[in-house]
Each structure stands twice: as structure tokens, then as C-alpha cells.
């Protein structure tokens, strides 16, 4: 048995090109653009590439970008002045603070600055409130990325047995709760969990967000199951490799030998997550404008 390999590379793309033709139609009922705002803190190489990406694909998306620089010395009453200019300009919609942050800044009192209104990433205290009681919130883009490939693979979800490896606020705990939401069957695992190879066996749909390379194997899975891979780890490079190999928390060789469908690393979650960025953007945009959220969305 092969798995099918979902593909959330083509996914992203579709649905970033429904973003767009949605976005125009916001433009011309609005009068404006949605916008979405990313401030960097520092010079992180990793997260330099991320917001021009990000830059780069709400551009595409028909939304206006506005990128904010600030040296890696900024000090905290500066970013949260920022951050109370952004959540005052009514063209921007939506507010992403690149993480991580300098270790001298308060990560959690800049996440909690941020209107819950304009917070995209959906990591304000208030957001995930609103989706461990079931109102409408912004969810982390990448656990509603996973979900999305989900039900696209799957359909209803109801009754399935589901486990997910990691419990940090930004994955584990909100996938778990969409699961939930979606009437799965749900457990979280984590480090202390014990005999994880068997919780793990039992599962329908394995989520693993763990951080820890190829840690899934084969004889982990049940036979079918459909496994989303949220990792990314870079191995150490082999003798003639400058940079070293891109790998999940699956094995995926052995593993898409056993499961039904599996989504690759890289290619599979890692392009939804700025896709549903873009998505949320465009909900929020839609709620400041006082005009009704469209069903595609």
C-alpha cells in the first residue's frame, strides 16, 4: 500500500487565487484594499525571508502590505507604540508580529497588545478563548490550514479517533480543539506521554507538531490512517550537501507505506500557512468594513 499524498502545496495555491479574486470584490464594494501588516524586530535570517514571503503573497493576493523594519535594540514601549498606531489605522486590517522576538521583549505583552480584531495569527488570549468556547475568532493559521486539509481529504469528521503530537499554544492545543469542534475523537500527546507508539497506533488522523525528526514511524500507525506532518527539521548535511536535508517528525518513507494519505515536508502544511495568513486577513477586512464574510471563505 502507497499513500496518497496530499498535497498542500497545490491546495495553498488555489486557495490563495480565491483569496485574490475575493479581495478585488472587497476593493470594489469597500472603496479599499485590505491590508495586512508584518513588523520584524531584528535581523534574523529565517525571519527576514518569511515576512518578504509574506510581503510578496498579500501583494499578489490584490491586499495592500505594509512592512514595518525595526532594529533588533527596539525597545518594548516603541513596539507597542507601534503596535497602538496599527490597531488605530483603519487601513490596515490585519497585524503580524514576526516571531520569535529578542529575548529583551515581553513576546506575550506584544501578542496581547494587538486588537483581537487584527490578529490574524490568532494567538491573543481573547482568539483562543473565542475557539475553546466555540465563537467566532482568528484561529492559528496553521492548525486551520491542517484542518482544511482534513476535510478536504477526509470529509466529516465525526467520530474518528484522533491524535496530536504536541501541545503548544500556536498547533497542538488549537488543532485539538478544531478537531474537537469537528466531533473527532481527540487526544494529545506529548513528551510525558506514555507509550506514545501505542496512543498513537489507535489514531484515525495523526497530527504530529512534536519537533522532533522522522520520531513517527511506520509501526507507530494505524493501518489507513491519514497522517498531516507539521515539522520541520533540518538533518545535518551529508558529506557534498552545503545545507542538509528539510525532514518532518514522520518518516515519511516508511510511513506512507502503512498510511492512507500523508502530507509531505516539504510541501504539504508548510504552504497553507501563509494561504490561510491571507484568508484571515480577508475575514477581518470584511468585519472592519461592516460587510457580510463570503461563504467561500
Not at 525528526?213 to 533540518?234: Q, S, Y
Request: with cysteine; proline share 5%; charged share 20%.
Amino acid at each position: 500500500m502507497s499513500a496518497q499524498i496530499i498535497d498542500g502545496k497545490a491546495f495553498a495555491l488555489k486557495m490563495r487565487e480565491k483569496v485574490g479574486t475575493l479581495a478585488a470584490q472587497f476593493e470594489a464594494k469597500a472603496g479599499r484594499k485590505a491590508g495586512l501588516a508584518v513588523v520584524l524586530v531584528g535581523d534574523d535570517a529565517a525571519s527576514q525571508v518569511y515576512v518578504r514571503s509574506k510581503g510578496k503573497a498579500t501583494l499578489a493576493a490584490n491586499m495592500a502590505s505594509f512592512t514595518h523594519l525595526l532594529d533588533d535594540n527596539t525597545v518594548q514601549p516603541d513596539l507597542l507604540d507601534l503596535i497602538r498606531q496599527l490597531n488605530d489605522d483603519p487601513a490596515v486590517d490585519g497585524i503580524l508580529v514576526q516571531l520569535p522576538l529578542p529575548a529583551h521583549l515581553d513576546e506575550q505583552a506584544i501578542i496581547s497588545a494587538i486588537s483581537p480584531d487584527k490578529d490574524v495569527d490568532g494567538f491573543h488570549v481573547i482568539n483562543a478563548g473565542r475557539l475553546s468556547v466555540g465563537q467566532n475568532g482568528f484561529v492559528p493559521c496553521t492548525p486551520l490550514g491542517c484542518m482544511m486539509l482534513l476535510t478536504d481529504r477526509l470529509g466529516d469528521l465525526s467520530g474518528l479517533e484522533a491524535v496530536v503530537i504536541g501541545r503548544s499554544n500556536i498547533v497542538g492545543k488549537p488543532m485539538a480543539q478544531l478537531l474537537l469542534d469537528a466531533n473527532a475523537t481527540v487526544t494529545i500527546a506529548h513528551s510525558r506521554t506514555k507509550d506514545l507508539p501505542t496512543v498513537v497506533s489507535r489514531a484515525d488522523i495523526v497530527v504530529a507538531a512534536a519537533g522532533r525528526a522522522e520520531m513517527v514511524k511506520a509501526d507507530w500507525l494505524k493501518e489507513g490512517a491519514t497522517v498531516i506532518d507539521v515539522g520541520i527539521n533540518r538533518l545535518d548535511p551529508e558529506p557534498g550537501d552545503t545545507k542538509g536535508r528539510l525532514v518532518g517528525d514522520v518518516a515519511f518513507g516508511e510511513a506512507s507505506q502503512k498510511a492512507a494519505a500523508i502530507t509531505p515536508v516539504p510541501g504539504g502544511v508548510g504552504p497553507m500557512t501563509i494561504a490561510v495568513l491571507l484568508r484571515n486577513t480577508l475575514v477581518a477586512a470584511h468585519r472592519n468594513a461592516r460587510l457580510d464574510v463570503p461563504d467561500e471563505l
